[in-house]
């Protein structure tokens, strides 16, 4: 089952995380044998390169998934239910990264141990985090561990790459008209996003809250295996492509100073602590671009508990990496 070749599907082929999937399974290594690219729209007949191979993106429909082994299915990218029922029906493992309520939500070094109870991942769905979600829970299970969270306050400062390609694009062709003295022209974002920051991702519910914090929250929680410390989350578009800030204040059950802090997080696998101010060494997006880990730095005594900041690039880490890692931790245990 191991040195199997692997029928592997990319739903959403041309966007921005799905044009880094099929590096990424060369760069890993993944034994896929054949790679179908699929997508909708203007994106079908676009030619992309893979392992020095030029593949063209088909049409997507319920025969371009028949007989695959895994699929994968990209950030905004949403299967019909007869599209999902063949390639559920076929023995496809799908890997969404869109979540999901009634899907298996897994992030690979957060809680592998879901895992454990899938017998066959044949037809199964399993679903990633919102990656501010994730990149939340990798700070606070090392903490949680030593001292017991009880609340967090997260200002999540987010990249326009959430959009996609047409949300970078909209921040590149509103930069140069503002600097050409011409007035933007807006379609993605509500507001001009160029040389602005605006308090809003996603839709507002009643209450307040966008669909995107409550969704952080949820999947908070799905990740923990609990109900999450109280927790207050607000998002903010700022105008740089990738990377995703996080500014959180914690209070924990049991005293934690900022020393005991930064040595549990430096222990953490999924992170990376950057935390000299006296030399300038600290956390930003610039830094976490292209990055497998989560940078965190500022770690700091306050009133209320902990102060610290961590940047991570959720295009890469929080989306491409962990689906590429899932689909090997499911080839490795033999559920593929």
């Given at each position: 089952m191991a040195s199997r070749s692997l029928t592997v599907a990319i739903v959403g082929a041309a966007s921005a995380a799905g044009r880094e999937l099929g590096p990424t399974l060369e760069e890993r290594s993944?034994?896929?044998?054949?790679?179908?690219?699929?997508?909708?729209?203007?994106?079908?007949?676009?030619?992309?390169?893979?392992?020095?191979?030029?593949?063209?993106?088909?049409?997507?429909?319920?025969a371009a998934l028949r007989g695959c082994d895994i699929v994968f299915v990209m950030p905004g990218?949403?299967?019909?239910?007869?599209?999902?029922?063949?390639?559920?029906?076929?023995?496809?493992?799908?890997?969404?990264a869109n979540g999901g309520a009634d899907a298996r939500l897994i992030f690979p070094g957060i809680n592998d141990e879901e895992l454990e109870e899938v017998e066959s991942a044949k037809g199964a769905v399993f679903a990633l985090?919102?990656?501010?979600?994730?990149?939340?829970?990798?700070?606070?299970?090392?903490?949680e561990a030593k001292a017991g969270v009880v609340r967090a306050d997260v200002v999540c400062l987010e990249a326009v790459?959430?959009?996609?390609?047409?949300?970078?694009?909209?921040?590149?062709?509103?930069?140069?008209?503002?600097?050409?003295?011409?007035?933007?022209?807006?379609?993605?974002?509500?507001?001009?996003?160029?040389?602005?920051?605006?308090?809003q991702v996603d839709d507002f519910l009643p209450g307040g809250d966008t669909v995107r914090e409550k969704r952080i929250a949820s999947d908070l929680g799905r990740l923990l295996g609990r109900q999450p410390p109280a927790l207050s989350v607000t998002c903010v578009l700022v105008p740089v492509f990738?990377?995703?800030?996080?500014?959180?204040?914690?209070?924990?059950?049991?005293?934690?100073d900022a020393v005991a802090a930064r040595e549990a997080l430096a222990a953490a696998e999924e992170l990376k602590v950057l935390d000299d101010t006296a030399m300038g060494v600290y956390p930003m997006p610039m830094l976490a671009v292209g990055e497998e880990e989560v940078l965190v730095g500022r770690v700091r005594d306050t009133a209320a508990g902990l102060s610290l900041v961590s940047?991570?690039?959720?295009?890469?880490?929080?989306?491409?990496?962990?689906?590429?890692?899932?689909?090997?931790?499911?080839?490795e245990r033999g559920l593929v």
């Open positions: 993944f034994p896929f044998g054949e790679l179908r690219l699929l997508g909708e729209g203007e994106a079908v007949g676009e030619t992309l390169e893979v392992r020095g191979e030029e593949f063209e993106v088909a049409a997507l429909d319920a990218e949403k299967l019909e239910e007869r599209v999902l029922a063949a390639a559920r029906e076929s023995g496809a493992a799908i890997i969404d985090p919102t990656p501010a979600a994730a990149q939340l829970a990798a700070i606070l299970l090392p903490l790459s959430v959009a996609g390609i047409p949300g970078m694009e909209e921040l590149s062709m509103q930069t140069v008209s503002l600097l050409n003295g011409r007035e933007p022209e807006r379609g993605v974002f509500p507001h001009r996003i160029a040389f602005n920051a605006i308090p990738y990377g995703a800030t996080q500014a959180i204040t914690l209070a924990a059950e049991k005293p934690i940047v991570a690039d959720g295009l890469r880490w929080g989306t491409v990496v962990p689906m590429v890692r899932l689909a090997e931790l499911l080839r």
